[in-house]
């Protein structure tokens, strides 16, 4: 009983630090602090998918763990490369 | 078995209440801090040990209770820290060549001089590349006409 209430309480916490994260999303001036936040609500998804895991005693989400960071990096590094130069696939010379 | 579970949920409880709290501190981070680079300084450090606390503690929590070790959860892991760090230098490399200002309060810049003669490199670079690319596409035309 105190094991639920602890681990939903953790979720409360990640809902927090999502709910600043999305301040910093809609009012960062550039947009390097956006995909930052962005970054950093992907990894928080993770966290809380793991918890959820432990709340619904499953085995099930593991997968998608390793998805959301798989999915969250390669993201990232798309608008940060469309950011540093205009273009995400370069054409070859 | 009772008091292997009982065990599983402390470890797990704990490690995964630190890995929130820890996301949360990460989180004011980014909220409080002056400039891209600090806010990235605190996006990827703690909220990196957050996660990991709380994945480690998921781990835990079923190896010790169930005694299901999950290599997937081990390899998401090892993925996450191999590729946040990555991440955050990367967003803050297109922020600097994207011109993000430093905080009014920061006092040293050591990467400007470097950036400035590394720049002027590649802008002659870019220009090789047009030039190679519009001759090329002359030639075709040449041969097309031919």
Known sequence: MIFKTVLVIALCIL??????????IIKG?????????????????IA??????????THAFFDLILLIGILSFIGTVAFARFIERGVVIERKR | MNVNGEIGEVVGAVLI?????????????????????????????????GVLCALLGTLLYFLISDGFFSIRLVLGIFFVFLTAPVAAHVICRAAYRDQVPLADQSVQD????????????EVEDKAEIVNYQTTRDKEALWIDQK
Do not use: C, W
Request: aromatic share 8%.
């Open chain 2, 17 to 49: 209440l630190i890995g929130a709290i820890f996301s949360l501190i990460s989180a004011i981070g980014i909220v409080r801090l002056p400039d891209v680079y600090t806010r990235s300084h605190a996006a990827s450090k703690s909220s990196t040990l």
């Open chain 1, 48 to 57: 809380s998918t793991a918890v959820f895991s432990v709340l619904l005693h």
């Open chain 2, 110 to 121: 050591e990467l400007k001089d470097y950036y400035m003669e590394n720049e002027i490199v």
């Open chain 1, 29 to 45: 001036p550039s947009s390097a602090d956006r995909v930052q936040a962005l970054d950093s609500i992907g990894i928080i998804l």
């Open chain 1, 15 to 24: 809902v927090l630090a999502m709910l600043a994260n999305l301040y910093r």
